[in-house]
């Protein structure tokens, strides 16, 4: 009886850290691949533009996962940021009360903006991972 409640113990520990974590470890490898094929990620959201909720969004700061080479990469690829940032202004969200809702005021909630946003990644299961300095 007591190994049970020393497990879920642990379960529910381990559970509660995940939420709080703020990058994950495979955050660095969306990073370098939002930078590197940003046009393709751009594209793959806004074929997805016409049923987005809330829930799929989450948003990463990338000074703490950034590398000096990624940091580079920023700097040649502005027109792209921009291009990905206006994209980005005219897409609306279903909340999680169900109203559509612009993109911007679902990121305003995690105290970014669309001017901070720097790359994004489209994962295969429909998450989009936004970064952010």
């Known amino acids: ?77 502005g027109s792209q940021i921009s291009d990905l940032r206006d994209t980005l202004s005219h897409t609306t969200v279903t909340g999680t009360d169900g109203v559509v809702v612009p993109l911007r005021k679902i990121l305003l909630t995690k105290n970014v903006t669309i001017d901070q946003v720097i790359g994004i990644y489209v994962g295969g299961d429909g998450q989009i991972t936004l970064f952010y300095q």
């Open 1 to 77: 009886m007591e190994r049970r409640h020393l497990a879920i113990a642990l379960f529910l520990l381990a559970f509660s850290l995940a939420a709080v974590l703020p990058a994950r470890a495979s955050d660095s490898g969306q990073l370098l691949t939002a930078l590197k094929a940003m046009p393709a990620q751009a594209d793959k959201f806004r074929s997805m533009m016409s049923d987005l909720n809330a829930a799929q969004f989450h948003v990463v700061n990338a000074a703490s996962i950034m590398s000096s080479g990624e940091a580079a990469t920023l700097k040649k690829d």
